[in-house]
């Protein structure tokens, strides 16, 4: 497919790529491509000049503090965070990864991207609110925090506005997580998932159900589908399933990532 | 933009214009017809190159990102009529009926046995998960992967 012309910038350093986001409203950051590039093709969005981020070395990487709070950069890929002996720290990061497509899916996308894209079907988000992890974004005038909660805004809108980048995702110590999703063949597309994490309580974020994920409470795995029932769930009908099967389904997932996260 | 790559041990260096794909300007620009264009939307893996090592559906990628890349496609496998281990031994088990899937198979493939020269079954089917067959059914594939794995 030949794509609406653009042009195409490559910063080697992120000062140099906020510059270039914030100099054309129609300036659209390029991280794996594994989403955005069939967008373009689908015409679903045609930016005029694409900032490819892939020469920044500050946005790559992932670090472990002596605490256990490890620091991502966005543009670090599922395969090289499954690769990584620090994202051990919290095995539930790579686990998820791992299941994300395939191979070169794997070897081209990024953490950034997922979230990003906030495509409500996408593994990340979930799994990033369930384990409460912390969202640094910059822009021109500097940086702020926000948890994953305040992150996700609505389907392909995030908190990252025009001319801003995700600089940097902060995930706290912690292994007692859990992952579960139903989806179209193995390491498919997501028909509906559940990431569980426990801290005190159960944090239970659910995926494909609403525009972003939805957060979820319990005191044990025994209470779980009632949480997730009180959440009166009114998930999307597609070809896939309809919101009923979607609203069943978030509630065994939730239950069997909760199971996981208490093992 | 200028683009600069290497292909298969040839250096090339082209005018492109940003808008075009990588596996536009492999078949269009350098004339290397190898990979092929299944579904251009991600799905079918027939487009699957090496990209500095890196396997990569080269239909998600901007020639201009390649620029600086060694870039390794089907057409480099072969060394003249001599085919690689894997090239005989999908011959030898039937692994292809139409051959369209072909090229980005012993992509992936050859990136699997590359990077672990023992793939378990299970590892085998999981290195090929982004390839589509419409014809074989996949075993025969499998088979061949199979037979070159040590
Ligand atoms: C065949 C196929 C199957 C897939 N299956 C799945 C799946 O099952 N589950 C899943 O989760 N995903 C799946 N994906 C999507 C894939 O994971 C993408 O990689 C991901 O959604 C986007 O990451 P990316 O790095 O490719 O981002 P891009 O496509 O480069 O960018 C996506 C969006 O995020 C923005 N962006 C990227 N990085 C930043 C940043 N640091 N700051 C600000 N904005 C940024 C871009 O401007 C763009 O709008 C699939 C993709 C393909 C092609
Ligand atoms: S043509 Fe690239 S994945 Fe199908
Ligand atoms: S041999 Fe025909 S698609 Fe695989």
Redesign the interface.
Known sequence: ????????V?PSSLADALAALAANDGARALAG??TL??VM?ARAASPDV?V?L?GLDELKGIELAADGTLSIGPMTTYAELVGSAEARARPILGEVCAQI?????R??GTIGGNLCSNDPTNHLPPLMAAVGAELTIAGEDGERTVPASAFFLGVYMTAVQQGELLTRITVPAGKRDGFAAVTLG??GTCIANAAASLDGSLRIALGCVDAVPVLVEAGSPDDVRAAVRAAKLDPPSDVHASGAYRAHLAEVLAERAARQAMR | MEVTVTVNGTAYERDVEPRKLLIHFLRDDLDLTGSHIGCDTGNCGACSIIVDGVLVKSCMLLAVQADGSEIETVEGLADGDRLTELQQAFSDHHALQCGYCTPGMLMSATALLRANASPSDEEIKKALQGNICRCTGYWNIFEAVKSVAR
Not at chain 1, 1 to 8: D, N, S
Not at chain 1, 101 to 105: E, F, K
């Open positions: 497919m030949l794509l609406r012309e653009v042009e195409y490559k491509g594994q590039i069939n093709k694409l490819d892939n497509a395939d191979v070169q899916v070897n081209r193995v390491d």
